[in-house]
């Protein structure tokens, strides 16, 4: 069964910490995203990555950073957190095509006290 | 104005009842999902179409490119249907433009 895993459900953070999200797909899945889910707007997309070391920003890529050091695995990276950052981050990946779907992973809920 | 507007935001039903998310565009697309997010959060995806219609089990997805819209029924709706049902839309790069969801209650 194919897998997107991140690796905490719920996390709580201060003010100014340096936080990491990680996640894992074990389908050898060239693309990876991050997203985050707010009420009433949507999935909007943070980054994405096309390969290993490759990036590209979305449309809300302020305030966040990504690293991909190796194919199964994708990190969103919040510098110095702040309280707008509060939100469900979702962690999904797909094969480059148009006809391709997209695997969820099953979310964390970052609060930023 | 969003890119793509579901309808309607908030849905109750009754068990067994026909049940109807229409999803509207304004853009070009290459494809176009129907995701199903339930409480606790993880997303699944339901149907990847282009044209046509396409079922699985009591879940019939369809599309009219010409019109830029969707839609998907869900014939004897059961409680475990409850969720959000969000329709996304694929441009022609590997980035989707998600509708901010449909959420569905179905009471015994």
């Known amino acids: 069964d194919v897998k997107v895993t991140q690796s905490s459900r719920y996390l709580v953070k201060r003010t100014g910490e340096k936080v990491f999200l990680e996640c894992v797909q074990d389908m050898d899945h060239e693309n990876m995203f991050w997203y985050r889910q707010d009420p009433g707007l949507g999935l909007r997309l943070i980054y994405f990555?096309?390969?290993?070391?490759?990036?590209e920003k979305g449309d809300i890529p302020e305030g966040y950073s990504v690293s991909r050091e190796k194919k199964e695995r994708f990190s969103l990276i919040l510098e110095s957190a702040s309280t707008n950052q509060t939100s469900m981050y979702l962690c999904a990946s797909s094969f480059p095509s148009r006809r391709e779907k997209l695997f969820f992973g099953s979310g964390t809920q970052l609060s930023v006290l | 104005k969003n890119e793509v507007e579901q309808s309607p935001q908030n849905l109750t039903a009754q068990e067994g009842e026909f049940i109807t998310i229409n999803c509207s565009y304004s853009v070009g697309i290459s494809a176009l999902h129907w995701l199903q997010q339930h409480p606790g959060g993880g997303i699944v995806s339901l149907f990847m179409l282009s044209s046509g219609k396409k079922k699985h089990g009591r879940l019939i997805a369809t599309i009219n490119i010409q019109e830029k819209h969707s839609s998907l029924h869900i014939t004897a709706s059961h409680p475990r249907d409850s969720a959000v049902y969000i329709c996304a839309v694929k441009r022609y790069t590997d980035k989707l433009i998600f509708g901010t969801g449909t959420r569905l209650q179905v009471f015994p």
């Open positions: 990555s096309y390969d290993v070391k490759m990036k």
